[in-house]
């Protein structure tokens, strides 16, 4: 019964992983998804974005701003470990181009296993602190994670419940770092910054 429902549930993903990566494209979603999926190695991003925004929160909200982006590193280094040491060598879940035929690949091939996605689970995490602190930007935050997770299926290097297990687990990671900074930062309990 549970294998049977497991076998099911497997060929679903197999399914929607087919409809995101080669049925829902276009020529412009070709040439976009790929920059987003490896968004962090843009050098654009990496030199004039991150920067920037770094500016902006040091500016609007001071001393704060070194605290959100210790609690976003701690996020995004429990979910990347938990991933990458934990989850990963347990389930090793092969990528849909070492088990699949007709994947359209859209960026470099990876290697390592597929479940859950680092991606996700990275974004998400981050997604989940800065969403503490600034409330109305929650939309745009996990809008922003989101589209890397569909971008990673998209772009043929994961499975759909690839990123969703990361993104849960990514939600998890952020809870879990805002849980410990609340313990060495009593001040910031239940406070909004921006």
Known sequence: MLQNLLGRLIAEDHQWFYKINAVWTAGWLDQIMPVITDLHKEWWFSLVLA????IIWIYKGRLHA???ALCCLLAFAIADAASYR???PHVQR???SFTL???QLRTNEHSGFS???NHAANMFAIATVL???ALRWKRTFFGLAALIAYSRVYVGVHFPLDVIGG????IISGKLALEISFKFVKPWRRKKYF
């Open 101 to 103: 035929q007709n994947v």
């Open 115 to 117: 479940f859950p996605s």
């Open 131 to 133: 969403s503490f602190f």
């Open 86 to 88: 934990l989850i990963k």
């Open 94 to 96: 092969e990528r849909p």
């Open 167 to 170: 993104a849960i687990l990514g």
């Open 66 to 68: 070194v605290g959100i």
């Open 51 to 54: 920067p920037l925004i770094l």
